[in-house]
């Protein structure tokens, strides 16, 4: 199959950029990818066959190209997508990998001329570590790919023909597409990612505060895998905590949980909220 | 190695007690061990090589034992602890596997003539399936075994030779003793263990309030890490929210770390708080 883009630039090639670059070059090998980073990220990218080409100037990176993908931190991608609008050529089509969606989307409304030029989007997919090091051709396989519709009056089936070829892009890497508005995404990402993160810093925050360095002589293998995301670094989620404006109220909606769970510690009530609880697991892990 | 007692009784053959007897068997080959429970449960016990006698009568079952290791749930420990103790040989040592500590140990001050015939015990080690059907031999190994040490003025090292011999099959079994008095024990237990259980609760009953069903299909594999602990049944559970005291203040100092975290979202402050987490993830993995 022919690459639905020719030339493809990749701005930042970090973990998902990397892994998004390896993934299409193997899906098509006709493609070329042109990286824009940090000159020692470039090196390490092209040793790792990730680009064939780079440049460390956002408008030359971006020069021809059909597709442009912007996989920096949120704020990064908003403080770009002016230049970015400015250096991709009015036929391309932009896109993003940001963990937020609505402040990105806002910008890029207000960044370029046409809708239709920018559509965004969020691998829901990641790994412990983070940089072009662990970039994996498979990252994105059978992982959840959320696509904001464009602002537009068109149905998305009836949309740009870009459209429908980053869609095909997505499907060739393997990723499940699911086309949501920017408001609803933010909202569904607050409560099944960026929840949980900010619940195991509060958890790690109250388990060292409780039982000090006693902590790693007397824990279980359960508190270990509940504590998986702690080890996350402070700088992958600070743009997040910034721009997820559903986040406030999912931590409060965290709090009145725990307040009922504490109410019914000594009540047959709890049954009710294991049993809830027990249905999502399943869920999760589709056995039901 | 001679066995450090030839008669054990185990009371309650799940996954706890029959991991237990199958470990002391295969330590131990001249130990027999007497199984007591429901009559189903001592078939599969008998027929997985975990017991060698068994009675449906806990007096039967307890005759001539030197050690009776009780493995029932906390609550069903405490009500059975004046049986036991009518039971027992005197010379017989009485020791339980239950979650929390302070409470059944109080129901042994109670129930027993002499302190020195019960010490409390707590392997923490688990599955997330329960049932002699998931019993290990291994279930013990490289993890922590607290010992409540017996209310004499003693100090442990010049205790009772039966306590040593305990110590001795603790160790025999691959675990590491940890000797540790039983307020502090349940103490170190709600924030190690019993909150972080909850806190999985918490989390599974907010996320499907507000991600509803469409959890299943945009979540990524951090959150069904998280919730791993979700799937555990409530009757595992029930005893455990009853007896340990200090729970409701984890469970208050949790929701004090969240509202922390959520008036930092938009501050560099939340970086102190993804530091002492970050070091916490290492402490449990033992990298720092």
Chains 1, 2 share one sequence.
Not at 93 to 117: H, M, W, Y
Not at 175 to 200: E, G, N, T
């Amino acid at each position: 199959m022919a690459a639905p883009f020719r030339r493809v630039a990749v701005l930042g090639v970090g973990l998902v950029g990397g892994s998004f670059a390896l993934a299409l070059k193997r899906a098509f090998p006709d493609a070329l990818v042109v990286g824009w980073d940090r000159p020692e990220v470039l090196d390490r990218a092209r040793d790792r066959g990730a680009i064939d080409e780079f440049s460390a100037h956002l408008t030359v990176a971006c020069q021809d190209a059909d597709l442009v993908y912007v996989a920096l931190p949120v704020v990064g991608i908003i403080e770009q997508l002016p230049a970015i609008a400015a250096a991709a050529p009015p036929a391309a089509l932009v896109t993003d990998s940001g963990s937020t969606k609505a402040a990105i989307c806002r910008a890029a409304q207000r960044a370029f001329p046409s809708p239709e030029n920018f559509v965004g989007g969020h691998p829901v997919a990641g790994r412990e570590h983070s940089g072009i090091e662990n970039a994996d051709a498979d990252l994105f396989r059978a992982a959840p790919y959320a696509l904001i519709a464009p602002v537009t009056a068109k149905p998305v089936a009836q949309s740009d023909d870009r459209v429908q070829r980053l869609l095909a892009v997505v499907e060739a890497i393997g990723a499940l597409p699911v086309w949501i508005d920017a408001d609803s995404h933010d909202r569904l990402a607050a409560y099944l990612s960026h929840l949980p993160q900010m619940a195991a810093i509060a958890l790690a925050v109250t388990v060292l505060e409780g039982a000090g360095e006693k902590a790693a002589s007397l824990a279980g293998p359960g508190l270990r895998d509940t504590l998986r995301l702690a080890g996350s670094p402070y700088g992958v989620w600070t743009d997040i905590c910034r721009t997820n404006s559903h986040l406030a109220e999912a931590l409060d909606r965290l709090r009145e949980s725990l307040e009922q769970i504490r109410t019914r510690l000594q009540s047959e009530d709890l049954r009710d909220d294991f049993a809830r609880s027990n249905h999502l697991y399943k869920m999760l892990r589709k056995l039901e």
